[in-house]
């Protein structure tokens, strides 16, 4: 008898320590199993940002103990909307969600449902009222940037209406609303020297993305490069056939490196590119910065976004009704509401800011971390 006490005993207290292990919430060996899960949803792969901006989610979660699922979409909206089911049915407590397109939104209802926390990171979930948090860069600033990144390289403050110069326009995907605030946030920096008359624009001209219908003549569906290589072709040998481009305002470095090829087989561009913008800073377009191809990009530290919408996270799940993250402020607070509203209703932005980059300053993302030594060593940067 007193061997099967002790035998109870030891079995009583070995329960014990491992149901107190398992309801610990933060990291170690001991509670990891039982860490709420973080399910993270990624768009595509074909912008190589998106890859790395799920590792460093990941990364960021698990770092304050969390557990952490990473799913990628591939491009296609029906398969992001089963990997977020599948992120719901392993109990995931929020997700932070890349979204491709507004098809997102019935996965976003299904979240709520089960009372799941959504962030939506880096692009606005639209016309859904399921969820309440955006995180992102302030992307009107982005456009800003690249606006005025033309006027400098085209030196615009000294042309005149006898010397216009030239420019063409391109925007990012219509089904990601990031295009719409990066569209009018260079036109507003534009408008006033295409209104003076020393700035021209050739094809489709909208002043702002309200214009619905140029917008969607400019718009790069899917943020494909081949679109706007193929569209860039036709300006060449259409619209733009008899003038020489001075500019073109491209929304993002793969876009911008897809126009400056198609330039490039142009004999009337093969001296003197025009000046193209972009934004991502990636790897091969510092290169073209460096070399002079391409004019300039925007520098959105999305390593220091994934880490800000990871203590976002981590401030939802504690509780906390007012979320604080630092390093962003609250697009309310800078009169920029209309960044943070889905269509049917306004939920809280937490706003970063970008940096501008050109030839004076290309190194920047290197020295941030942002790039690896490898991927510098494979675009030729030193």
Known sequence: MKKISLVLVILLAFGAMAFAGGGQQGGGTGG????????IAMPETTVLRWVKDGASLKA????????????????DQV?????IGNLLTQGAKLLVVGQLNDGVASAISDAARDKVAVIAYDRIIQNSADYDYYITFNNFKVGQLQGQGLVKAMNLDAATTAAPK??????GSPTDGNAFFFFDGATSVLNPYIEKGVLKVVGPAPKDSKDTANFQRIATEGWLPNIAKNRM???LTGDARSVTL???????DTLARAIIEACLADAKYAQKLPVVSGQDAEAASLAMIKNGQQAMTVFKDTGKLAEAAIILADQILKGVANPVVPGAVLASSIGLESIGDTGKKVVKAYLLDPINITKDNWREPITAGFISADEVAANGLQ
Not at 246 to 252: C, E, G, I, Y
């Open 233 to 235: 072709e036709n300006l």
């Open 166 to 171: 030239y420019i063409t326009y391109f925007a």
């Open 32 to 39: 990891a199993s039982a860490a709420p899960l973080i399910g």
């Open 246 to 252: 001075d500019a073109v305002l491209a929304p993002n």
């Open 60 to 75: 960021e979660a698990e770092k304050l103990g969390y557990r952490a699922e990473l799913q990628n979409g591939n491009g």
């Open 79 to 83: 398969q992001q909307n089963q990997q």
